[in-house]
């Protein structure tokens, strides 16, 4: 499916309880592989620095249910600075759409340092519109979101099964490599976070296998749940 020339996934959350957390992760992981970042049986760790407008737009467009709406984040994983990612979650209603830009460490620590020229004269209309964010609307860093995600992979109709666990949020830096920063966890530490992307449709057999029996779908988000920990603790 495609709006605005944009290519739009489902997404389907889910709040699991330990024992339908350990139900659906056995019956998952008998069919399908684990994604290819994986670095053991429980996944890989993400941490994300996201960035926000001083009327904290991407905070209330979540609360509020507004149907077209954006999150900007730049993204490593398990703690390396091998990869980073600078990232603009797009959202439509009930659909996602992500775009994915590299960034190299001196970049990042240019950007967080509130130097914004690496990205003056990028080609990407990704960086530039990230650019414009910073420069001239203000946006700045919002906080970090860290957790471990495993992650199972189908590849007709492009499925992504994830269990995202241990969700923690920083409470004393911007920096993602600050060896001092201080991580809270936001959830209960047996609450796991079920996640079911796909395309077109998701198959049959996916649905049977990744639908949990006892949990709701709900508008969980990541950000928000972090956002509203760290505002306790960064006052501005």
């Known amino acids: 499916m495609k709006f605005l020339g944009r290519k739009l996934r489902h997404e389907l959350k889910y709040y699991l309880h330990p ?3 350990l139900a659906l992760r056995q019956r998952v992981s008998a069919l399908l592989p684990l994604d290819s970042h994986a670095i ?5 760790g993400i941490r994300s620095l996201y960035f926000d407008s001083p009327q ?5 467009d979540k609360t509020n249910g507004i149907f077209r709406r954006h999150k900007y984040r730049i993204r490593i994983y398990n ?11 797009n959202k439509f209603g009930e659909f996602v759409n992500k775009e994915s830009a590299s960034l190299g460490r001196e970049d990042y620590d240019q950007i967080l340092s509130g130097d914004t020229s690496c990205l003056q004269s990028s080609p990407i209309p990704l960086v ?7 420069v001239h609307e203000g946006y700045r860093p919002a906080v970090i979101v860290d957790y471990t995600r495993e992650a199972y992979v189908y590849e007709h109709g492009d499925v992504r099964i994830t269990f995202d666990k241990r969700l923690a949020a920083g409470i004393n830096t911007y920096d993602l490599f600050d060896p001092h920063l201080i991580m809270t966890e936001t959830l209960e530490p047996t609450r796991t976070i079920l996640e079911v992307k ?11 296998l990744a639908s949990p029996h006892a949990s709701n779908r709900s508008a969980i988000s990541k950000y928000v749940i972090c956002r509203e920990i760290a505002k306790q603790h960064f006052k501005r």
């Open 198 to 208: 796909f395309n077109e449709y998701l198959p049959e057999m996916i649905r049977l």
């Open 19 to 21: 024992q339908e957390y």
């Open 128 to 134: 530039q519109d990230f650019y414009r964010a910073l």
């Open 79 to 89: 703690g390396s600075d091998w990869t980073i990612k600078l990232e603009r979650k």
């Open 40 to 44: 053991g049986k429980d996944g890989y």
């Open 56 to 60: 904290d737009s991407a905070l209330f």
